[in-house]
């Protein structure tokens, strides 16, 4: 069996940063596994612009902000392969692995990182009354038929969900000539960026309806059309609110969940809040020596913090290496008002450097003050004009107040509703 | 007219109204929305991003290299649709040149 320092699984732009950073920190002897045809993940399909605009004050497409981390990778003759889909991880840290030149394959690792990204919530999980007809797609699989595979999956339009793919979707089949009929938003606020809303839909007249979802697919064989109608607050449609579109397809932009089939099989304790791993700030798992970073730890929405993260997944799996289990005194992270999550969950007081606390709240907040406590004692306080959960927050906690915490520390945010 | 400023989160709607030829703003709360909306209001500007197919049947992503008009976008896809690109290309290359006003470039290299 052949044995690497670090395993990285999956080579999108949290895998990319962290094999660069691990080699930088000076543990060189890495392999990356892929499942696709070349590195990059999801960015080879997302040609839209505004990736990089925090790190390299530039907005770049997705596979131009890839290449600069691919290039990296080259540059440093990482081994990576491709095609190689991980079937396992075994809290050993025994990698197992199949591709077409090797079968399936097993290799050991020193130090792993997670780094496998999400995937799309499936309309199953949505319960749409109607017919099962061809024509409906989630968004991330239309972009692919789009931007990849070159081929446009329908005409006419209809998107459920307004998330950030959802939206980026309606403008791009929109210029490529499809005709988009409406976005139908189940709760009262969009979840996707301003921008997006703005320059996706305003730019091109596509009504964007809150509090409304989709009742009905009508088809045979293909979509022929769909029924939506306006939802009270419990989320429940309102009879005699119907209407009805003709459509040739349908597509759902219903959200992201983190892929950790692969972090359960390691025993990893995963988390019901972000249904990633639980992590100490230097994104260690439950499972010593298994990292994790990028969107398979928390759904990201820019990439920059992707990248972030995952440089200090590879640094930390490259001092893991070095110099071992790492001598903890921990205390843990608490979701006060309004938060939905915090990340990590848990922080070393005796961690070398400043810790950045990443955190959603659960409604739009506006005039509102961050607050970051610990036993009584206000150790971080910041005003914000508003706070959307659609965009993720953060709060840095300086590394000379670590070691004077006692107790659980807890992140809210309150303010004017 | 309406706009939404999209600077920052809150995405304040700002109406322009004119008066007597000149442009007023309102419900702006902040310098950097007056700005966006001045912008928006006398030539707004978006960069073009799609795909050019290859000789071979592939698609690869370009996009236009500046801004250009809004109200000409769809003139640059009819352009960007009709190209045909010959691989290799490198990020950055020029596929098509001076389309409203703007070159068309590789988003990738592919070998
Ligand atoms: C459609 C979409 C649009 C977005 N738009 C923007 C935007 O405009 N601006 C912005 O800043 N951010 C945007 N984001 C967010 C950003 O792109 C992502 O947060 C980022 O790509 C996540 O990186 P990642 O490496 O964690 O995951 P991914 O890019 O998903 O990479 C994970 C990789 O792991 C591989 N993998 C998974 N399982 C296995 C396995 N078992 N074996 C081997 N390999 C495996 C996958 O093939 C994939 O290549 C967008 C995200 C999506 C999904
Ligand atoms: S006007 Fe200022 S506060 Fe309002 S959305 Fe624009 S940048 Fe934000």
Redesign the pocket.
Known sequence: MNSYDVII????????AAAISCYDNGVKDILI????KE?????N??I?N????ARFKESLT?PE?AERFIDGVIKRNIKYLTE????SVSSDKKVT?INSDNGVFTVSGKAIIL????R?RSRGALNVAGTRPAGVYS??TA?KYVNILGYMPGKSVVILGSG??GL?MARRMTLEGAKVHAVCEIMPHSSGLKRNIVQCLDDFDIPLYLNHTIVKIEGDKRVTGVVIAKVDENRKPIKGTEVHFDCDTVLFSVG?IP?N??SKTCGVELSPKTKGAVVYENRETSVEGVFA????LQ??????F?SEE?EIAGKSAALFVKNGKVDREVVNTICGDNVSYTLPQRINKKATENVKVFFRVNKVIKNCTVLVECGGKIILQKKKKICVPGEMETALILQDKLSGLSGDITVSVKGEL | MELTCVECPMGCKITVEEKGGNKEFFGYSCPRGKLYAENEVVDPKRVVTSTVKTASGEVIPVKTDKPVSKKDMYKVMQVINSITCTLPVKTGDIIKENVYGANIISAKTVK
């Open positions: 699984i999956g080579g999108g732009p949290a895998g990319l596994l892929e499942r696709e590195l990059g993940g999801i960015l399909q997302c839209h505004g990736f990089g605009l997705g902000y190689t889909t991980v079937l692995a780094s496998m990204g999400c799309e968004a991330g972009q950030d793919i980026i992201l892929e089939e692969l970073c990028g969107n398979v759904v990201h929405d820019l990439v920059d992707v995952a």
